[in-house]
């Protein structure tokens, strides 16, 4: 009876280890983008953040926050499989804001290895001339 426990156990632990190293991870394309200077009478400015699933389990982003209220990031709701690609979308509105140089920060979490995540996006912003 002893040795039937001590294999349940060695078994159960075994297929534990194997099932505890099964693990999504997250790897951008590029975690900055610069959308360069444009003009304050066109402030909307987007751009595209790719990422891929490089570990072995369906990626969930659980949550994508970005710094400030300008900035809105919308990204992929569906799990994505192991090998397979996702998008976070990043619009920047610059719409009464003051111009000039500006950097802000997307913070992305996941069920990953890798929790957390922080994408930036940065430009200047010139004055209408009018």
């Not at 304050?40 to 926050?65: H, R, W, Y």
Request: proline content about 5%.
């Amino acid at each position: 009876m002893k040795k039937v426990i001590i294999f349940m156990i060695a078994w159960f632990a075994t297929f534990s280890l194997a099932f505890a190293q099964q693990q999504a991870e997250i790897k951008f394309d590029k975690l900055v983008h610069n959308f360069g200077t444009f003009s304050e009478s066109d402030p909307v400015q987007k751009c595209t953040f790719v990422f891929t699933n490089t570990g072995n389990a369906p990626l969930v982003i659980n949550q994508a926050m970005a710094s400030c209220g300008c900035t809105i990031p919308s990204f992929t709701k569906a799990p994505v499989k192991p090998g397979e690609k996702g998008k976070i979308e990043v619009t920047y509105n610059g719409k009464g804001k003051f111009p000039g140089h500006f950097k802000k920060s997307i913070t992305i979490r996941t069920n990953g290895a890798t929790e957390m995540t922080r994408l930036y996006i940065e430009g200047t912003m010139n004055e209408d001339k009018k």
